[in-house]
């Protein structure tokens, strides 16, 4: 199935992806796919990128106190069946029956306490992720710019509700302190169009309005001078990584 033209699935396919519940050959088909094709690989990043602080905004969770009582009478308890287990073994006729009747009713109680944390926990999880998906960047274009080894280095998204560019660097490369990058529009029969120089950070955000993008296909990141090129100027230093910028349809 070529999913470029189902774009709702690729959606749903990046969402499982990286929330961890694609898997088997469906997982290694769409891994597969992700490496030869850019529009999935984007998408893939894009969720990886939006799940990945959800253990940051979690708020901890402190159990209440009657968790760890019960967890002390269950100790309590196993340790007392035990001394009784061995005060009977002596005894001809003891019958094991109640030792097991009450460590029976120990696990259960046990397994109730701890399947209540359990829900209390994926309650607050699944409350939290839903806040961050609503809360999510409305995305428009996305590009997955490589370096001349087709290895992705930088991942660039445009949030139009914001009006800005958000870049991720999602690779090793490190320029020189003397030297800074600088992102290009390259539109087609035009001169390149600066978006911006970039500092070091691995993740940075660029005001920019959607005819900064619209009809480019494709971006360029250079390696310059400090501080970059004078505006109005072109592009001077080579180019490090490069890509197709895509318009999302959903």
Known sequence: MNLLAHPELLELLAASHALGTLRGGARRRFETLAREQAPVRAAALVWQGRLASMTE?????????????????????????????????????????????LRSLALWRG????????????????????????????????????????????????????????????????????????LWALPPGGAPRSLGVLDNAPALRLAASESDVHAVPTLAVTLEAKGGVPPGSGPKGPIVFKGALIEKTI
């Open 57 to 101: 905004l979690q708020s901890p969770v402190v159990p209440d106190a009657a968790v760890w009582t019960r967890i002390r009478n269950m100790v309590d308890a196993e340790q007392a069946q035990h001394a009784i287990g061995r005060q009977r073994g002596a005894a001809p006729n003891a019958s094991p029956a109640p030792a097991g009747w």
């Open 111 to 182: 397994a109730a306490a701890a399947g209540a944390l359990a829900t209390v926990m994926a309650v607050v999880v699944g409350l939290n992720l839903r806040d961050q998906l609503q809360n999510a960047p409305a995305i428009q274009y996305v590009a997955v710019l490589s370096d001349d080894k087709a290895t992705a280095s930088m991942l660039v998204t445009f949030d139009p509700r914001k009006r800005q560019l958000v870049l991720q660097r999602v690779g090793s490369y490190s320029e020189d302190a003397d030297k800074s990058l600088q």
